[in-house]
């Protein structure tokens, strides 16, 4: 009775598996399409003339002998000195994962263990906090980094950044450890941890899951922000997303919009293999305060 009752009508199954393939063909549609124009030249890709020009590369063929080229790479990262950007992407996203997780988890555990009252007002200023558009935090800092002419150098983004994601790595990492059981602690110090051992040797791996997702979104957060980097760093400390904008701002310059189109890709492959690489641990953080105990 219930094998029959679980039993679906195969054109439902039909129906199901072809909406999903329609629907993950459009949402990937236009990283798919960039990521083929990056390999021709602009005047296929953005031809006004026919569109199966992008498709088929009939003046790339010309121009360079074949359907496809990588010019667009090479001049992004030899020519205009890509490879910077990404090395500097790099650093940023290091240096504030780790400040941001290392502050996070302690500053969590602290305040979901804390029976004081002010540990309520200590989040609600944080969220206000994270609340506000970074723009404006942004605008108060830029007087006290001129004066101390600390504008323009990495370092000064990473304490941006840190400030600016500090709040939402608080609330969610206070969030994991107050669905972790209060009774692990207090097990660990009967058998002889005091509070940090029982946090570092306890705690910690139950909610490794928990760690891995808000580690992930203060990478995305540093990795992907623009405002920030693009007031406080100078042109030759630019991170990725800054230095796509500059070529997309000298359009007038020949192939400067195929090295943006390059730079794009290159840019979102690597968020979509740390996605796939750690899509478990994700899962596992996103779901692990809807079960407490």
Known sequence: MSTIGQRQPVSL?????????????????????????????????????????????????????????GTGYEGAWVQEQFWRAAFNTTLVCLFVVTISLTLGTLGGYALSRSTERYTFWLLIIALIFRAMPPITLVSGYLPVFFEWNL???????????VAINQPFTLWMLHSFFKNIPQDLDESAMVDGCNRFQAFRRVIIPVMWPGVITTGLFSFLLAYNDFAVTAMILSK???????????????????????????????????????????????????????VKG
């Open 13 to 69: 199954r039909l129906f199901a598996i072809g909406f999903l393939a329609f629907w993950m063909l459009i949402a990937a549609f236009p990283f798919l399409w960039t990521l083929w124009g990056s390999f021709k030249v602009e005047g296929d890709f953005f031809s006004k003339a026919n569109w199966a020009n992008a498709v088929f590369g009939v003046l790339t063929q010309s121009e360079t002998g074949g359907t496809f080229t």
């Open 151 to 161: 504008w323009g150098h990495l370092p000064t983004a990473i304490i941006v950044l």
């Open 236 to 290: 030759e400390n630019q991170t990725m997303v800054p230095k796509i904008a500059s070529f997309l701002g000298t359009t007038q310059t020949k192939g400067n919009v195929m090295f943006a189109v390059a730079s794009v890709v290159s840019a979102t492959a690597p968020l979509f293999m740390l996605i796939m690489f750690f899509q478990r641990q994700i899962v596992s953080g996103l779901t692990a305060g809807a």
